[in-house]
């Protein structure tokens, strides 16, 4: 038995007071942040003071005006992914941030549905519903979790049902930090501070937890 | 309406849409063009949406786990578009470039599934690279190296990707910590009667 990733995806979301507008991809492009080549070729849906979403090959960005959402879904770009984020962040140096989270997703892959459905059960013993439901089924499961660093924040993973491969599961970690204000530092560097030294961590945790399940499945 | 399949299983989702022809998602499309309202409606009703983040700073995704980050509700026209090919990294380093010759550049690559590995030294061909990220190769460039495999609806495709880093130039902050460690390091090394000036050499 055996539980493979499918796939994996990788985000950083900053919470704040953000400028969408600005999140152009020409401003990317021009900043040299991303390829001059993927800026113009980028999918603009909207570029609005209140709102800014667009895609490009590898990159997803989805700003309002209290938070922003770098995305990828291209495991090759996981660090291009957190330079485009801590540059971004590097060049807004006095935007205020609040809050960031590092999130790790990956897609793990059963060897059939019966082991996927014993991986929910185990998340979620159905008897006890029984009485109450006439076919419980795991759709979405939230665990939270102190951290297990100094810092302030949590930990938060998902499970939720996917289509998206047979037999699969979406797994996703958010490592969620608040930023604390410093009197000599501006909170988009503290935010930089941040990614830098929590990205390694998100991935490994991940792959911590696909370490268990293979032993278990 | 085409049947919306549920697996038997678990975890199965009430999400799926697979069974949904191609012409289908057209007379949805047109009907959108007929009224926004009304698509907007169907589209809550076809596919509920689901936020995974179970905090501010999560990922937010829609139920499948797919890779549109827009809060709203996605029109059904979407679907004509969707993602069509993933790619998987097998193996994945980092490195720092050497040096640089005509042909090829020399570097040292750091394992970044297996950190236990040894570092390794190789030389990856200019040809490798496209031109904008030709124009960033020099000594003590870094850059990120993946080799996998991409699925497309054509089939699986064995891809090699390396990428640059690019980030801007040093932070306010970054030159703030520099100053005081060159201050620091002056007054170390006995400057405006920092500590090495108590030693005295010679007579």
């Keep these: 038995m055996s ?13 704040g007071d953000f400028n969408p507008a600005i999140l152009h991809p020409a401003w990317f492009a021009s900043t040299g942040l991303i390829k001059l080549s993927e800026g113009d070729a980028a999918d603009v849906e909207v570029v609005h003071k209140e709102v800014t979403i667009w895609t490009s090959d590898w990159l997803k960005l989805n700003a309002d005006k209290n938070r922003v959402q770098f995305q990828s879904d291209q495991e090759a770009y996981a660090g291009p992914l957190r330079d485009v984020a801590i540059g971004a962040l590097t060049l807004l140096e006095h935007t205020p941030v609040r809050a960031v989270g590092v ?3 990956a897609f793990f892959q059963f060897t059939s549905q019966e082991q996927l459905d014993k991986f929910g059960h185990e998340l979620i013993p159905k008897p006890r519903w029984e009485k109450a439901l006439p076919e419980p089924k795991t759709l979405k499961a939230v665990i939270t979790s102190r951290r297990d660093d100094d810092y302030r924040g949590n930990l938060n993973l998902t499970i939720a049902a996917t289509t998206r491969f047979q037999f699969s599961a979406y797994v996703h970690i958010n490592d969620h930090n608040e930023v604390e204000p410093e009197a000599k530092r501006p909170s988009a560097i503290s935010a930089i501070s941040i990614i830098q030294r929590q990205w390694d961590k998100a991935i490994d945790r991940i792959h911590a937890l696909h370490a268990d399940l293979t032993g278990a499945f | 309406m085409a049947s919306r399949l549920v697996s038997e299983g678990d975890f199965d989702s009430a999400f799926l849409l697979e069974e949904e022809s191609q012409e289908q998602l057209l007379q949805y499309a047109g009907e959108v063009a007929t009224s926004a309202a009304e698509s907007t409606r169907r589209a809550s009703l076809l596919e509920t949406q689901v936020s995974v983040a179970a905090s501010g700073t999560g990922t937010t995704l829609p139920a499948e786990g797919g890779v549109q980050t827009t809060t709203k509700i996605p029109p059904p026209w ?3 578009f969707r993602r069509t090919s993933t790619f998987i990294a097998l193996q994945a380093w980092e ?3 050497v040096e640089v010759s005509d ?4 570097v040292r690559l750091f394992d970044k599934r297996n950190k236990m590995n040894p570092e390794l030294s190789t030389a990856i061909s200019i040809e490798e690279l496209d031109d ?6 020099e000594p003590g460039a870094y850059f990120y190296w993946s080799v996998g495999y991409c699925d497309t609806p054509s089939g699986r495709k064995r891809q090699s990707v390396v990428r640059f880093r690019r980030l801007p130039a040093w932070t306010s902050e970054e030159i703030r910590k520099a100053k005081e ?3 620091d390091d002056f007054r170390y090394f006995g400057g405006e009667d920092g500590p090495q000036t108590a030693v005295k050499h010679g007579g």
């Design chain 2, 95 to 97: 490195g720092v470039v």
């Design chain 2, 103 to 106: 042909i090829d550049f020399t």
């Design chain 2, 78 to 80: 979407n679907r004509l």
């Design chain 1, 3 to 15: 539980v493979s990733i499918a796939a994996r995806e990788f985000s950083v979301v900053l919470l």
């Design chain 1, 103 to 105: 999130n790790v997703s």
């Design chain 2, 181 to 183: 460690q060159a201050e």
């Design chain 2, 132 to 137: 904008e990220e030709r124009s960033l190769v």
